[in-house]
Nanobody
Framework: VQLQASGGGLVQAGGSHRLSCTFS????????IGWFRQAPGKEREGVSC????????YYADSVKGRFTISRDNAKNTGYLQMSSLKPEDTAVYYC????????????????????WGQGTLVTVSS
């Protein structure tokens, strides 16, 4: 099982950027995908989660209306489209798999998240 997050980089405030998470070694559409982020000196926080089918999505209040999560099951890839970026969005972003999002999707320590990508750094300059 492998998860590979990519697409990080330097972005200006107000700009847009897209992250990708490629999965291999398991049945991709059998799992929900969660995105998390961790800023320097802060705990890892949930950003978004998308159900196995892609029908149901969940967002942290801090990104609601600015970020869009999606997935392409044919390509075994999940995406996080980020818009109207703010300096406080600067963080290492991680993707992880879980059986289903659930009401506690935003808790990174939940053992339901059994595999994680290595993280990709997004830096938003003001």
């Amino acid at each position: 099982v492998q998860l590979q997050a990519s697409g990080g980089g330097l972005v200006q405030a107000g700009g847009s950027h897209r992250l990708s998470c490629t999965f291999s070694g398991f049945t991709f559409d059998g799992y929900a995908i969660g995105w998390f982020r961790q800023a320097p000196g802060k705990e890892r926080e949930g950003v978004s989660c998308i159900s196995r089918s892609g029908v149901n999505t969940y967002y942290a209040d801090s990104v609601k209306g600015r970020f869009t999560i999606s997935r392409d099951n044919a390509k075994n890839t999940g995406y996080l489209q980020m818009s109207s970026l703010k300096p406080e969005d600067t963080a290492v972003y991680y993707c992880a798999r879980r059986w289903a999002c659930g009401n506690d999707w935003y808790i990174s320590r939940n053992p339901g998240y059994d595999y994680w990508g290595q993280g990709t750094l997004v830096t938003v300059s003001s």
